[in-house]
């Protein structure tokens, strides 16, 4: 099947490029700086010194879902970024060094090309965001109280539909521009505009995929899933697949080469 | 049996007309050349044959296409500078270009196995393609690019980057290969062409402005010259013997009086009684056939 | 009392530490391999050393040249 030689060539180059190395390790130091800092601020803040004597340091104890919430603020920023940075070349370093002339002449169907480059960087987003969170849990276990499995996994798998449109968004640049930096910058102006109009509109765009983590967060401290969180995230869904739809017709119309 | 008829295909860039109103057929089983200099549009006219551009105008057909047909499944395309995965061996290039074109797993492996032989890389089948020589690049080029057997073979200037051994190579390779398909080539170079074409299309400022069979064209641009020296001043010779009938025109270069002439039995008979009449010191005299060369340039340079 | 600390400490900073010294390993074991780099590559070898944590991530991002 032509669809799986695609997707067997992306994972394979992750694994030579050792990005199924680094990326998920990455996700992990993520998820746990803000657990495994904060747990030790108190005790930084006095080993810094400067503090008059006497000064009582009182920091709130985080419940445990504050805790995820943190967490998932550090895949916020700068997992996305390095999100937008790793896949930023997917397909236009391939157009931009050319060796896409010698993929694209061949009967290669636009879609397959495109779904299986997105699909496999879904893999590799999915698998680091499984890793990164469940290594959080484990120190959110430790250091802060009890959280069930049951609610980490809901975690991962809402905010994975978020990380999935980010994704979603590079691909769709990756098929409009040559230039990865371009493809990078674009992707993050989308997503930070995407989050101001949100604030912006926010009476009107309940269901903007901006909003998915604070439903997150309700979700964790309630126990319980709100309409609000579903729907959301199928919005988020939707407009993923829009943009890849998207994607496939920018590349079919594109001339692939100078 | 012709295999593709291209009809005023045009292809321009920014109001730029880089290909104008081209128009050719292929026939099965020739080997073509796109001859023209640097700039002529031979490259663009291949990556629009090769679907990578739209072209503005015009028409590309493929014989016995269905309507919604692939065209990339009968053409197989090798560009001027490849670019390869460099993380990948050139066996799993092959194998990956194999399964791209709808071959099995199996399949593709074995005819890798078989084009790799033939090329004369299967030695270096299982080492990383970053560390390939050009002259391997292109061998594996023209090997991943004849996996899926296509109809159509069209390599842009295969030769031009190789050094002349790699360029020997790949020559005598493509003699062997239109024995099985149509080839399709691009050149800068007369004496490439010359060598594996059995026709050319000569192309300048996009467009094409001479074609026909190797033959055809010898004998079209055939003009004969002859050649005379004589003995002292040359200059005073030349200009009756242009004066005659079966003369064209003649140049002076080195000491060598060169005559272009129409008929050459009829200007041969006629220079010698000029020379026998006036008692010239003729010290030599010699026929000599204009190659394609000369055409070549005379077309192009207009 | 002290114990435990002590063994919560470890539990807590060993697979951190495991996750850095990983990074600046692959990191270095591919710079090693690497034909070229963006830059020259006793540049990059300083910055996986040097650079806490994110010097082996910016030189996966960054460093390895690309196709």
């Known amino acids: 099947m032509q669809w799986m030689a695609l997707f067997r060539k992306e994972i394979t180059e992750y694994w030579r490029n050792k990005k199924w190395i680094w990326v998920p390790l990455v996700f992990i130091l993520l998820a746990i700086i803000d657990p495994v800092s904060n747990y030790y601020l108190p005790q930084i803040l006095e080993s810094v010194g400067g503090l008059p004597d006497g000064t009582v340091i009182e920091l709130p104890d985080f419940a445990p879902a504050e805790v995820v919430m943190m967490s998932l603020g550090q895949l916020s920023s700068l997992g996305v970024l390095v999100i937008t940075l790793m896949s930023m070349a997917t397909i236009a370093g391939e157009r931009r060094s050319g060796v896409s002339e010698l993929i694209l002449v061949k009967p290669v169907a636009y879609r397959n090309y495109i779904t299986a480059k997105w699909a496999a960087l879904l893999a590799l987003v999915w698998a680091s965001l499984l890793i990164g969170m469940l290594a959080s849990w484990y ?67 309940v269901w903007s995929p901006n909003n998915l983590t604070m439903y997150l967060m309700e979700m964790v401290q309630t126990g319980s899933i709100s309409s609000d969180l579903v729907w959301t995230a199928i919005v988020t869904i939707i407009i993923s697949i829009g943009l890849l739809i998207a994607a496939i017709i920018a590349l079919k119309k594109k001339e692939l080469a100078n | 049996m012709t295999l593709l008829t291209v009809n005023k295909l045009s292809k321009s860039y920014d109001g730029k007309n880089v290909v104008k109103d081209v128009s050719f057929e292929f026939h099965n089983g020739k080997c073509i050349a796109l001859i023209g200099p640097n700039g002529a549009g031979k490259t663009t006219i291949l990556r629009t044959l090769a679907g990578l551009l739209k072209p503005s105008a015009g028409t590309i057909q493929f014989s016995n296409m269905k309507e919604k047909d692939d065209i990339r499944k009968y053409i197989g395309y090798l560009p001027q500078y490849p670019v390869f995965y460099t993380w990948m061996t050139g066996m799993e290039f092959m194998i990956y270009s194999g399964r791209l074109s709808y071959l099995s797993e199996a399949e593709a492996k074995k005819r890798a196995e078989t084009l790799l032989e033939k090329v004369g890389i299967i030695d270096a089948k299982d080492r990383k393609i970053g560390k390939y020589s050009g002259g391997m690049k292109q061998r594996l080029g023209i090997a991943q690019a004849i996996i899926h057997k296509p109809k159509l073979l069209m390599l842009d200037e295969p030769v031009s980057s190789l050094d002349p051994i790699g360029r020997r ?134 | 009392m002290q114990e435990i600390i002590e063994t919560i400490n470890w539990a807590i900073v060993t697979p951190i530490l495991i996750i850095q010294a990983i990074l600046i390993i692959v990191a270095l074991i591919d710079l090693t391999k690497a034909e070229s780099t963006n830059g020259p590559k006793w540049m990059w070898f300083f910055i996986i050393l040097l650079v806490n944590t994110i010097g082996p991530i910016i030189y996966f991002i960054f460093g390895r040249s690309r196709d």
Request: aromatic share 8%; proline share 1%.
């Open chain 2, 169 to 302: 190579e790949v020559l005598t390779l493509m003699k062997e290969l239109k024995e099985e398909m149509t080839i399709l080539f691009s050149t800068h170079i007369l004496s490439d062409a010359e060598e594996v074409s059995d026709e050319l299309l000569l192309l300048n400022k996009g467009e094409i402005v001479e074609s026909g069979s190797m033959v055809e064209l010898r004998k079209k641009y055939q003009t004969s010259i002859i050649k005379l020296e004589f003995q002292g001043d040359l200059a005073k010779y030349q200009e009756p013997i242009n004066a005659l009938a079966s003369v064209a025109n003649s140049s002076i270069e080195r000491d060598v009086l060169q005559v272009s002439v129409s008929d050459i039995a009829e200007a041969r008979q006629e220079i010698l009684t000029y020379v026998l009449k006036e008692g010239c010191p003729l010290t030599s005299f010699t026929l000599d056939r204009a190659s394609l060369e000369d055409m070549f340039m005379k077309v192009v340079t207009g």
């Open chain 1, 139 to 205: 120190y959110i276990n430790i250091l802060y109280g009890e959280l069930s499995l049951h609610s980490i996994l809901l975690v991962i798998i809402f905010y994975g539909f978020w990380l999935t449109l980010v994704v979603s968004v590079s691909i769709f640049y990756n098929t409009l521009f040559k230039t990865p930096g371009i493809v990078a910058f674009l992707t993050i102006a989308t997503i930070i505009l995407m989050s101001i109009v949100t604030q912006i509109f926010s009476h009107v765009l």
